[in-house]
């Protein structure tokens, strides 16, 4: 008898032990909604939207101004990464800590140009298209981390929608980014057409390279332009999209498999390659490009003021002259407190 009392005894003891246990682990999983009602204002319960712009040497203002449009229009928080070179970190970090974008919340991250040695093919046709920075957004998980998903800008965009708008579109599952269709936006295509802009694949990649045609991608298949990334950063490592990339570049400097002096741009081949078939496709509004194409060519103010985002890819800045629709973008440039970056301006 004794025995049996001992054992339940036992048993009894167990019992609390476990309903013990099961209480305690539910009280400790609830404090990420307890803790947050109770000692977190509704500000740092916010999901920051990680931003990436990079500033390079010569167009510091161009990030600038990019920076202050996605600041100034939007309520969410956003995290500024601003990728640089070594020499320009001083310099850009200065301008934004002594001017109206002192309140911006950043991190100022190095880019390494020695990742690419070996990878690019030298190519006089456009130098400028060979920049280091054009190439960060190739290496997004290596740069950003902690962010399951990331908006890539390049630097001479102005965005006049809210920011959150185009974080909060949806991927496609097994998308690792969302791109713009270079044939989704009906306004642009007698423009395209009038200056000669190539908007397919014909237009970038050489298909007079056994290599190229192996890839059973139609020449006529419609192009993106990697200017405005949505990233799925977890998609991004799962496919190791970063060696993919490094692979078809690898490959062009053996083999020239695309020209800047194509379509424009040893950054975008590598990405249309890649990505072909497997990408989402972003907002047209998202997108309004090819404002640097031509000094001659202009959009209606109407669109644009429909536009949520403006880019000026092509030889046409407007920091520099001549250049379209600069009044635009230079309502949202924050003069340099240094005085090293000046506008190029007709009076100047």
């Known amino acids: 008898a004794v025995f049996c009392i001992s054992v339940n005894q036992i048993l009894l003891f167990l019992l609390v032990l476990t309903v013990c ?4 682990n539910k009280v400790h999983k609830m404090p990420s909604t ?28 161009a990030a600038v101004a990019a920076i202050n449009s996605i600041y100034s229009n939007t ?37 390494n140009p020695m990742v690419l040695k070996g990878k690019i093919r030298p190519d006089a046709a456009r130098p400028e298209l060979l920049q280091p920075l054009n190439f960060v957004r190739f290496y997004l998980p290596l740069l950003i981390h902690k962010h399951e998903k990331v908006i890539y800008l390049d630097d001479d965009v102005i965005v ?25 936006l009906p306004s642009t295509h007698e423009m395209v057409q009038s200056v000669g802009m190539q908007n397919t694949y014909m237009g970038y990649l050489d298909y007079r390279k056994q290599a190229v045609r192996d890839l059973g991608i139609s020449p006529g298949t419609c192009s993106f332009n990697p200017g405005v990334i949505v990233a799925n950063m ?56 090819h404002l640097g194409w031509s000094p001659d060519t202009r959009y209606s103010e109407h669109f644009l003021q429909e536009a949520k985002l403006l880019h000026w890819n092509g030889r046409y800045k407007p920091w520099d002259y001549p250049s379209d629709h600069s009044d635009i973008w230079e309502n949202w440039f924050v003069p340099d407190p240094s005085g090293k970056f000046k506008l190029v301006r007709p009076n100047s």
């Not at 246990?21 to 305690?24: E, G, K, P, Q, S």
């Not at 803790?35 to 999901?47: F, I, L, Q």
């Not at 579109?169 to 713009?180: T, V």
């Not at 999209?241 to 081949?269: H, P």
Request: proline letters at 4%; a negative charge.
């Open 21 to 24: 246990v099961i209480l305690y």
């Open 34 to 61: 307890l803790t947050n009602e109770a000692g977190k204002n509704p500000e740092e319960m916010e999901e920051d939207i990680p931003v990436v712009i990079c500033a390079a040497a010569g167009r510091l203002g």
């Open 75 to 111: 309520d969410a928080n956003v995290l500024f990464y601003i990728v640089g070179l070594k020499n320009t970190i001083p310099h850009i970090r200065k301008w934004i800590e002594n001017s109206k974008l002192k309140e911006i919340k950043f991190k100022v991250v190095e880019f």
């Open 160 to 184: 006049q929608g809210d920011i959150q708008e185009l974080f909060d579109m949806g991927l496609a599952p097994g998308h690792a980014a969302a791109f713009s269709d270079d044939c989704d």
């Open 234 to 289: 977890t998609e991004w490592k799962h496919q190791r999209i970063t060696k993919q990339l490094e692979k078809w570049m690898q490959r062009n400097v053996e083999e020239n498999l695309y020209s800047s002096t194509l379509g424009g741009g040893v950054a975008i081949s590598p990405m249309l390659i890649v990505f072909h078939g497997k990408y989402s496709t972003i907002n047209p509004l998202w997108h309004v490009r």
